[in-house]
């Protein structure tokens, strides 16, 4: 019986519309979770940070009420209105609540479906391109978690081990059990993706004495040297940094952002590493392509 659901379930997804439409709904879900991720996750971490300082002082904090990604359930910031399963629908809640609190009309961010409606794109991209099997599935965790990176990085400029480190390792174990490249390929990727920020990192703070990236940073490239393999590096770090470079120009041109303060680079490399596992095989064709003619 369940070989029988199994196999009918395969059929369902060979099918492009299928997979496209069993993607949509799976990324839409696993967008609202991320919506929970990356509003949890840094103040979880911070509250762990704060106890391990007071321990260190020989204090203690009060008690505070338990936070998890899952446990208390979500509550509007404003009112500490319960969000109730109907007004959590991914998408179609905001759009029902116009989006606004049901109790007391705070407006609620439009990011929230922006996310979900990302994770759903990407989701099912991945699917029609790379299957619903082992790599398809696989891949689907390096790009929900470069999505959870990318936020995280924009609203709290920093990069969580909690996440860089398993996706590095989850990166080489995908690859030795025959993933998107080979495992020599993954882990030459994984050193050479650290190391080459590394090397940045010092060389421009020993030229200028300051800081011009947080190890984080490093930890992702080398995560997604892990994923993708040593031949993408460089196309990663072209694409992050024009793409770094532009807005940070434009941010600065039209004020929107201090000269001093520092960019996130977080976000632009996620969103190369993304880019570099759509197209990267093919940019790197062509680039080799301009070279030899």
């Not at 395969?10 to 997979?19: G, T």
């Not at 799976?26 to 991720?37: K, R, T």
């Amino acid at each position: 019986m369940q070989a029988g659901i199994w196999q009918d379930m395969q059929a369902l997804l060979a099918d492009p519309l299928w997979r496209a439409l069993a993607g949509a709904l799976l990324g839409l879900c696993i967008g609202s979770f991320l919506n929970v991720v990356i509003h949890r996750l840094p103040r979880m971490m911070r509250r762990e940070w704060e106890a391990q300082c007071a321990e260190l002082r020989g204090e203690s904090l009060p008690d505070a009420p338990p936070l998890s990604l899952l446990r208390p359930r979500s509550r509007c910031p404003a009112c500490g209105h319960g969000i109730t399963a109907a007004e959590n629908i991914p998408v179609l809640s905001w759009l029902w609540l116009r989006g606004r609190c049901s109790a007391c009309k705070t407006p609620i961010s439009i990011r929230y479906p922006l996310i979900e409606l990302l994770c759903a794109g990407l989701t099912v991209a991945v699917l029609l391109k790379f299957g619903a099997g082992v790599v398809g599935g696989g891949l689907l965790i390096l790009v929900w978690s470069l999505i959870a990176l990318a936020f995280i990085d924009l609203d709290e400029q920093y990069l969580p081990d909690d996440i860089t480190l398993p996706l590095a390792w989850a990166g080489l174990l995908f690859n030795y059990a025959s993933g998107y490249v080979d495992l020599p390929a993954a882990l030459t990727g994984a050193v050479a993706g650290y190391l080459s920020l590394w090397s940045i990192y010092w060389l421009f703070k020993l030229a200028t004495g300051k800081e011009g990236m947080g190890y984080g940073d490093f930890k992702l490239l080398a995560a997604l040297g892990a994923w993708l393999g040593w031949a993408m590096l460089p196309a990663v770090i072209l694409l992050s940094s024009v793409v770094g470079a532009l807005v940070g120009i434009t941010l600065i041109a039209t004020r929107q952002h201090e000269r001093q303060n520092p960019i996130p680079f977080g976000p632009y490399l996620a969103a190369a590493g993304l880019i570099a596992l759509f197209f990267g095989r093919e940019l790197n064709t062509a680039y080799l392509g301009t070279l030899l003619h």
